[in-house]
């Protein structure tokens, strides 16, 4: 039952992904590199590419100028900075008054999408295990992550080594055992815990530490 649940929750998440698409946004590079992409809704964003130099961590970016919810009148100035060692982030600025600017908070990744709703969307895979997709708002000048109970991985691959699979996600309970070059996908992951599904259609448990070696082929820790 828990299984079937797990699974709805993921056709759910799927198709609320779908229907909010936001492939109409533009899209602009924050570096030359490409290491920071913005996608933003063009009616409500002024683009300024404001590039200053900044010790230790090289050409910071002012990329924009544009609104997070359209029906507010608060502006927010998205920076992109690509870090000391490729650890990219964007900071969020609110204007106030004196043309003054608020620091509400940064995020570590290397895509962020503001569609105007009142959240921001980003997608980060340098200084991780997978492109984690996240959610944040910002309230009461606060920038926070709205948390969601696992993160979709969503990778198939094969293991390169004999796996064990539990039935709980605090590995108590054996469920299955897969050989190397078994393919798998690694649907969800919640801390060190991901849920893998069997080619026959079982998914079960295992931990895996973030390094670059682990019981996945094409699961391994990006960055540093």
Same mark, same amino acid.
């Given at each position: 039952?828990?299984?079937?649940?797990?699974?709805?929750?993921?056709?759910?998440a799927s198709t609320i992904?779908?229907?909010?698409?936001?492939?109409?946004?533009?899209?602009?590079?924050?570096?030359?590199?490409?290491?920071?992409?913005?996608?933003?809704?063009?009616?409500?964003?002024?683009?300024?590419?404001?590039?200053?130099?900044?010790?230790?961590?090289?050409?910071?970016?002012?990329?924009?100028?544009?609104?997070?919810?359209?029906?507010?009148?608060?502006?927010?100035? *998205?920076?992109?900075?690509?870090?000391?060692? $490729?650890?990219? =982030?964007?900071?969020?600025?609110?204007?106030?008054? /004196? %043309?003054? #600017?608020?620091?509400?908070?940064?995020?570590?990744?290397?895509?962020?999408?503001?569609?105007?709703?009142?959240? *921001?969307?980003?997608?980060?895979?340098?200084? $991780?295990?997978? =492109?984690?997709?996240?959610?944040?708002?910002?309230? /009461? %000048?606060? #920038?926070?992550?709205?948390?969601?109970?696992?993160?979709?991985?969503?990778?198939?691959?094969?293991?390169?080594?004999d796996v064990d699979l539990?039935?709980?996600?605090?590995?108590?309970?054996?469920?299955?055992?897969?050989?190397?070059?078994?393919?798998?996908?690694?649907?969800?992951?919640?801390?060190?815990?991901?849920?893998?599904?069997?080619?026959?259609?079982?998914?079960?448990?295992?931990?895996?530490?973030?390094?670059?070696?682990?019981?996945?082929?094409?699961?391994?820790?990006?960055?540093?």
């Open positions: 039952m828990k299984t079937f649940i797990v699974f709805i929750s993921i056709l759910i992904c779908n229907s909010q698409s936001f492939g109409w946004l533009d899209s602009i590079k924050a570096d030359k590199f490409g290491l920071g992409v913005v996608h933003y809704n063009p009616e409500i964003t002024q683009v300024l590419n404001d590039i200053r130099k900044e010790p230790g961590v090289g050409s910071v970016n002012r990329v924009l100028r544009t609104k997070l919810n359209l029906n507010s009148n608060d502006y927010f100035l *998205i920076e992109f900075s690509p870090g000391p060692s $490729d650890d990219p =982030s964007f900071t969020i600025y609110k204007e106030i008054k /004196h %043309d003054s #600017l608020l620091n509400t908070g940064s995020i570590g990744c290397n895509q962020i999408y503001l569609p105007g709703n009142g959240y *921001i969307y980003t997608i980060r895979r340098n200084d $991780d295990m997978f =492109s984690r997709r996240q959610k944040f708002v910002v309230t /009461h %000048d606060k #920038l926070l992550e709205i948390k969601q109970s696992y993160y979709y991985v969503g990778i198939k691959t094969i293991t390169i080594e539990f039935a709980d996600i605090n590995l108590m309970i054996p469920l299955a055992f897969l050989p190397q070059n078994t393919q798998v996908e690694i649907v969800l992951n919640k801390g060190d815990k991901y849920l893998i599904k069997t080619p026959f259609g079982l998914v079960g448990w295992i931990k895996v530490k973030a390094t670059n070696k682990t019981p996945f082929k094409d699961l391994t820790f990006h960055g540093d």
